[in-house]
C-alpha cells in the first residue's frame, strides 16, 4: 500500500498563472478530501467526495478553486488564476470507512 | 455546527514525562468520532488514535490513549513516557456520524509539544 500520493510536492508559481494539484487516493478508499493548512487559518476542508462525486464544496473560497475526480484514483485541484494568498499546503486524504482518514504528504504551494 | 477548541498553542515537557494535550468539541450529533494527529516538523498528517461517541473504553495505542469525557465534551490526549522525537504540532479532530457513512471531519487549532532532554 503506498499510501497516498500527492504532486508535486513543492510548487511555485507567478501570480496569475494556473495550478494544478493532482492526488492518488489509496485504493478501496471510497472518500477524497482536499484540505488547505495555513498559519492564519490551519487546516481548512476544501471539498470532498464521494466515489468520485463532490459531496461538499462549502470550504471552496472562491470561483477561482475547482476540483474534480474522474476516476476512483485520480483528483485534481486546480487555481486560476493564482494568488499570493493562496499560498499554503495543501492535503489531499482517503478514506473508506469512518475511522481511518489517511493524510497524503502534502503539497507546498508558493505564489509569488 | 461542529467546533473544537484546543487551548494550549504550546507545551514544554521534560522528556520520560507524561503530557496531556486538552481538547474540547461541541456537536449536538449523537454519534461523532474523535481523532488525534501528529504533524511533525517534516510536515505530513499521521494517525494517533480515534474514539468514537459510543464507545465504553477510553482508546489506547501503545503510548498514546484518549482521555475521553462525554459529559464534559472533552477528549484528551495522553502521551506517557515521552520521547524526544514527540516533539510536534497535534491536532485533535472530529467527524459527525459513524459507520459507513463517512463525511468531513473538521481540526482545531493544534498543540506544540516540545519536549526537552
Known amino acids: 500500500d503506498a499510501g497516498v500520493i500527492q504532486s508535486p510536492r513543492h510548487e511555485v508559481t507567478e501570480m496569475g498563472q494556473e495550478v494544478t494539484l493532482r492526488c492518488k487516493p489509496i485504493s478501496g478508499h471510497d472518500y477524497l478530501f482536499w484540505y488547505r493548512q495555513t498559519m492564519m487559518r490551519g487546516l481548512e476542508l476544501l471539498i470532498y467526495?464521494?466515489?468520485?462525486?463532490?459531496?461538499?464544496d462549502s470550504g471552496m473560497p472562491e470561483d477561482r478553486f475547482s476540483a474534480k475526480m474522474p476516476n476512483a484514483s485520480f483528483s485534481t485541484l486546480k487555481i486560476q488564476p493564482s494568488e499570493p494568498r493562496d499560498s499554503a499546503v495543501y492535503f489531499c486524504a482517503s478514506n473508506h470507512d469512518s475511522y481511518g482518514y489517511t493524510f497524503g504528504s502534502g503539497t507546498r504551494l508558493t505564489v509569488v | 455546527a461542529q467546533k473544537i477548541t484546543q487551548t494550549q498553542p504550546g507545551m514544554f515537557v521534560q522528556e520520560k514525562e507524561a503530557v496531556t494535550l486538552d481538547c474540547t468539541y461541541d456537536?449536538?450529533?449523537?454519534?461523532?468520532?474523535l481523532f488525534w494527529y501528529k504533524q511533525p516538523s517534516s510536515g505530513e498528517m499521521i494517525f494517533l488514535i480515534y474514539?468514537?461517541?459510543?464507545?465504553?473504553q477510553n482508546a489506547t495505542e501503545g503510548r498514546y490513549s484518549l482521555n475521553f469525557q462525554k459529559a464534559r465534551k472533552s477528549a484528551n490526549l495522553v502521551i506517557s513516557a515521552s520521547q524526544l522525537g514527540d516533539s510536534a504540532m497535534y491536532f485533535c479532530a472530529m467527524r459527525e456520524g459513524v459507520g459507513s457513512s463517512a463525511s468531513k471531519i473538521i481540526f482545531g487549532s493544534g498543540t506544540r509539544l516540545s519536549i526537552r532532554p
Open positions: 456537536t449536538s450529533d449523537p454519534s461523532y468520532g
Open positions: 467526495f464521494n466515489n468520485n462525486v463532490p459531496i461538499d
Open positions: 474514539q468514537g461517541s459510543y464507545d465504553q
